[in-house]
């Protein structure tokens, strides 16, 4: 993604009119037919592109997901519309995700202005206001719908808003090789105010995201448009058009079309031909991808060494949820960003749609000037213009006392989205699904691959156990696995203390953060944490670490009267750390990379700046969450299942290069290969 530009993203300038429909100053068009949007949406895109039907189709055929995705989310009257219809026809466990681009996305309170013409879609209009995303470009995944464990069917809905421009934020998906889209709503302004919504490169992206059979349909039939789609191999036909429009357009990618990125390999998998799937690791990471793959109809087996779940880093009884902070816009600065607003939303739909709760407490989070005192030299603690203001803005000292509800004498940031959670509660609801076993107590010292499927066992204990599909979510441990053992991930000691309430702490509304963190009350006790020791395995307590600890907060916040009285109270826990601060998530390459690189690299020409890396077959990783395991958890769990069921990737191609457990090794290799060393053998 191209990161200097517009981080975040100017709003829709609407034009009321008397009618109450909005017009588009920007581009001097509108956004749907005066003659009627809802019944425009009906026709030019639900029954052209004959969605019930091929919806029920494709449950009779045992196919597990439906994918729509659309050019310019507008007032998101197309995607209601789809969803009520998606609602009525019910169609069996077959999931529908619905993918929109949009550039200028409306304000919230236009938009739910606008939604308010159709009483009819007013429910699914709610959802939608409810979760509508801030301005921040990039990939928003939103979960909408209600419960499918508790309702035996799956009426939930993925809503993707790509904020940005639509070639690009396409291009960002199309690399990564593993969708295919069924259906496509091309809804940009018309091509003569807009002509970039037609241009050719993004028709070559629609193109390289279609396969045989994906179909698609406009209300537009501009000539130029309609010839590169058939050069591109679609099939194309006028169709009679809405309203005053004579024609629309509809076409289909055809089977014999030219294979130009041969990219897409069997997008669909039936359900009854699933893959086992065990995940070894029961804490947040192995929890929440569990999760996501037996919510997409895996049948999961978590297996872990403690005595039960969230036994390692995240047993903690209070976990902050807060976004890391970047200076500048960046690949990590899109995935920090990302994963905190994945994490809030998805903390609040799960709360919300009746699983199992886990003491969300959304009270927001207060990062004071001094939560950064050592890692930023220069530059203001509160000056952050890349982020939108819904997301975070500074505040004053005066500010921040006011809303923290105690006294404050630093300026910072105040993220209004973040706030707490139990850990704990947290794992155990993504386990409570009924699709997913734990089987705890169980160490599993070695896998092997038989050719065919993985072999787990513990020699020691005589277990054994096979599956097709092994994810390694064991944090810093997953260097003792043979397989692990070139990853760089290593332990990081935090120890967190327990201090009862005082008259004065209990009033605090929010969490804190500043040399450390301190939370609202949970019970009689706050939680400050952490320490920070790295390359520790020790989970004792230490009296140093809490006197540390409760001497930061105290010189931070002296009138709380905080103290812990002859008392050791806290929880000490092991987290995996990267050398990079980004987790490692993706396939696991086998052993051949490290020495390939490692060993083998001074033999490497100066052209060769990427070894490409063999991998185990059906061995994944998700590791590498250090402190953040809470914002990062639940986007890289989403991310690598929808990697597993080749389904659109929840984050752009250039967000998850710094999740590649490779990348240390190929920024290595990019480093010789410009080396002078290398370059010297070349002729004098
Ligand atoms: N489908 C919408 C609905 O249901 O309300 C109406 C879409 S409106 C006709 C066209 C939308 O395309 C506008 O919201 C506009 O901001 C957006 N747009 C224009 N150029 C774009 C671009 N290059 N990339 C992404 N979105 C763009």
């Given at each position: 993604m191209n990161f200097s530009i517009d981080p975040v993203l100017e709003k829709a300038d609407i034009q009321w009119q008397e009618s109450g429909e909005p017009f588009s100053r920007h581009y001097q068009d509108i956004y749907f037919s005066r003659a009627g949007g809802l019944a425009e949406t009906h026709h030019v895109f639900l029954q052209a592109n004959d969605l019930q039907q091929r919806w029920l189709q494709a449950e009779q055929t045992n196919t597990d997901s439906f994918t729509i995705a659309e050019l310019g989310f507008g007032t998101g009257l197309n995607f209601l519309a789809t969803w009520q219809l998606w609602r009525r026809t019910r169609?069996?466990?077959?999931?529908?995700?619905?993918?929109?681009?949009?550039?200028?996305?409306?304000?919230?309170a236009d938009l739910s202005k606008v939604l308010s013409n159709w009483p009819e879609l007013a429910q699914e209009a709610a959802a939608l206001s409810a979760s509508y995303p801030d301005h921040s470009s990039g990939y928003h995944r939103l979960l909408l719908g209600r419960n499918p464990t508790t309702e035996g069917i799956h009426p939930e809905i993925t809503?993707?808003?790509?904020?940005?421009?639509?070639?690009?934020?396409?291009?960002?998906?199309?690399?990564?090789?593993?969708?295919?889209?069924?259906?496509?709503?091309?809804?940009?302004?018309?091509?003569?105010?807009?002509?970039?919504?037609?241009?050719?490169?993004?028709?070559?992206?629609?193109?390289?995201?279609?396969?045989?059979?994906?179909?698609?349909?406009?209300?537009?039939?501009?000539?130029?448009?309609?010839?590169?789609?058939?050069?591109?191999?679609?099939?194309?036909?006028?169709?009679?058009?809405?309203?005053?429009?004579?024609?629309?357009?509809?076409?289909?990618?055809?089977?014999?079309?030219?294979?130009?990125?041969?990219?897409?390999?069997?997008?669909?998998?039936?359900?009854?031909?699933?893959?086992r799937i065990t995940v070894l690791g029961a804490g947040l990471a192995g929890s929440s991808t569990a999760w996501q793959l037996a919510r997409r109809g895996y049948q999961v087996i978590v297996i872990d060494a403690n005595k039960q779940a969230a036994g390692g880093a995240s047993g903690n009884p209070q976990a902050v949820l807060q976004c890391r902070l970047n200076r500048d816009p960046s690949a990590e600065w899109q995935f920090n960003l990302h994963s905190y607003l994945y994490a809030c939303r998805l903390y609040t739909w799960l709360t919300h749609t009746g699983h199992k709760p886990f003491h969300w407490h959304d009270c927001?989070?207060?990062?004071?000037?001094?939560?950064?005192?050592?890692?930023?030299?220069?530059?203001?603690?509160?000056?952050?213009?890349?982020?939108?203001?819904?997301?975070?803005?500074?505040?004053?000292?005066?500010?921040?006392?006011?809303?923290?509800?105690?006294?404050?004498?630093?300026?910072?940031?105040?993220?209004?989205?973040?706030?707490?959670?139990?850990?704990?509660?947290?794992?155990?609801?993504?386990?409570?699904?009924?699709?997913?076993?734990?089987?705890?107590?169980?160490?599993?010292?070695?896998?092997?691959?038989?050719?065919?499927?993985?072999?787990?066992?513990?020699?020691?204990?005589?277990?054994?156990?096979?599956?097709?599909?092994?994810?390694?979510?064991?944090?810093?441990?997953?260097?003792?696995?043979?397989?692990?053992?070139?990853?760089?991930?290593?332990?990081?000691?935090?120890?967190?203390?327990?201090?009862?309430?005082?008259?004065?702490?209990?009033?605090?509304?929010?969490?804190?953060?500043?040399?450390?963190?301190?939370?609202?009350?949970?019970?009689d006790d706050h939680s400050i944490g952490a320490s920070y020791i790295k390359n520790s395995t020790d989970t004792e307590l230490s009296e140093q670490e809490q006197a540390e600890n409760?001497?930061?907060?105290?010189?931070?916040?002296?009138?709380?009267?905080?103290?812990?009285?002859?008392?050791?109270?806290?929880?000490?826990?092991?987290?995996?750390?990267s050398q990079d601060f980004m987790p490692l998530v993706g396939q696991v390459p086998d052993n051949r990379f490290w020495q390939e690189v490692d060993g083998g690299s001074q033999h490497l020409s100066g052209h060769a700046r990427e070894v490409k890396a063999n991998h185990y077959p059906g061995l994944f990783v998700n590791v590498g969450h250090g402190s953040h395991g809470v914002a990062t958890t639940a986007l890289c769990a989403d991310y690598l299942a929808a990697m597993i069921s080749k389904e659109a990737s929840p984050i752009p191609a250039s967000v998850a290069r710094c999740l590649d457990p490779t990348r240390f090794q190929q920024r290595k290799l990019r480093k010789l290969s410009a080396s002078p060393r290398l370059h010297s053998r070349a002729p004098k």
């Amino acid at each position: 993604m191209n990161f200097s530009i517009d981080p975040v993203l100017e709003k829709a300038d609407i034009q009321w009119q008397e009618s109450g429909e909005p017009f588009s100053r920007h581009y001097q068009d509108i956004y749907f037919s005066r003659a009627g949007g809802l019944a425009e949406t009906h026709h030019v895109f639900l029954q052209a592109n004959d969605l019930q039907q091929r919806w029920l189709q494709a449950e009779q055929t045992n196919t597990d997901s439906f994918t729509i995705a659309e050019l310019g989310f507008g007032t998101g009257l197309n995607f209601l519309a789809t969803w009520q219809l998606w609602r009525r026809t019910r169609p069996g466990r077959l999931r529908l995700h619905y993918i929109s681009c949009e550039k200028y996305p409306l304000a919230a309170a236009d938009l739910s202005k606008v939604l308010s013409n159709w009483p009819e879609l007013a429910q699914e209009a709610a959802a939608l206001s409810a979760s509508y995303p801030d301005h921040s470009s990039g990939y928003h995944r939103l979960l909408l719908g209600r419960n499918p464990t508790t309702e035996g069917i799956h009426p939930e809905i993925t809503l993707d808003l790509y904020f940005g421009d639509a070639a690009h934020m396409l291009a960002e998906q199309a690399r990564q090789g593993q969708t295919r889209i069924d259906a496509w709503f091309l809804d940009g302004f018309a091509p003569r105010v807009n002509p970039e919504m037609w241009q050719e490169s993004l028709l070559e992206q629609i193109r390289a995201l279609s396969g045989p059979g994906s179909s698609l349909s406009s209300y537009s039939v501009t000539g130029k448009v309609i010839r590169t789609l058939q050069v591109l191999g679609f099939q194309v036909e006028k169709r009679k058009g809405f309203g005053l429009k004579r024609q629309m357009l509809f076409a289909e990618l055809m089977p014999a079309a030219p294979v130009k990125e041969a990219k897409i390999e069997g997008a669909r998998t039936e359900l009854a031909a699933r893959p086992r799937i065990t995940v070894l690791g029961a804490g947040l990471a192995g929890s929440s991808t569990a999760w996501q793959l037996a919510r997409r109809g895996y049948q999961v087996i978590v297996i872990d060494a403690n005595k039960q779940a969230a036994g390692g880093a995240s047993g903690n009884p209070q976990a902050v949820l807060q976004c890391r902070l970047n200076r500048d816009p960046s690949a990590e600065w899109q995935f920090n960003l990302h994963s905190y607003l994945y994490a809030c939303r998805l903390y609040t739909w799960l709360t919300h749609t009746g699983h199992k709760p886990f003491h969300w407490h959304d009270c927001g989070v207060l990062t004071l000037a001094s939560a950064y005192r050592h890692t930023r030299k220069t530059g203001s603690a509160t000056n952050y213009p890349h982020y939108d203001a819904q997301v975070l803005h500074a505040v004053t000292a005066e500010q921040a006392s006011n809303i923290a509800n105690i006294r404050v004498d630093e300026p910072g940031v105040f993220m209004p989205g973040g706030g707490w959670l139990n850990p704990v509660l947290l794992c155990e609801s993504y386990l409570s699904h009924p699709d997913i076993e734990l089987i705890c107590n169980t160490r599993i010292e070695q896998i092997e691959h038989d050719g065919a499927c993985w072999h787990l066992s513990n020699p020691a204990t005589g277990f054994t156990h096979q599956s097709e599909i092994v994810i390694l979510a064991t944090s810093h441990e997953i260097t003792t696995m043979a397989q692990g053992a070139g990853l760089p991930v290593s332990p990081l000691r935090g120890q967190v203390s327990f201090v009862p309430t005082t008259a004065n702490s209990g009033k605090l509304s929010c969490v804190v953060c500043a040399s450390r963190y301190l939370t609202p009350a949970f019970g009689d006790d706050h939680s400050i944490g952490a320490s920070y020791i790295k390359n520790s395995t020790d989970t004792e307590l230490s009296e140093q670490e809490q006197a540390e600890n409760l001497a930061a907060i105290k010189a931070d916040f002296p009138g709380l009267n905080l103290d812990t009285p002859g008392l050791l109270a806290g929880r000490a826990g092991i987290r995996g750390g990267s050398q990079d601060f980004m987790p490692l998530v993706g396939q696991v390459p086998d052993n051949r990379f490290w020495q390939e690189v490692d060993g083998g690299s001074q033999h490497l020409s100066g052209h060769a700046r990427e070894v490409k890396a063999n991998h185990y077959p059906g061995l994944f990783v998700n590791v590498g969450h250090g402190s953040h395991g809470v914002a990062t958890t639940a986007l890289c769990a989403d991310y690598l299942a929808a990697m597993i069921s080749k389904e659109a990737s929840p984050i752009p191609a250039s967000v998850a290069r710094c999740l590649d457990p490779t990348r240390f090794q190929q920024r290595k290799l990019r480093k010789l290969s410009a080396s002078p060393r290398l370059h010297s053998r070349a002729p004098k």
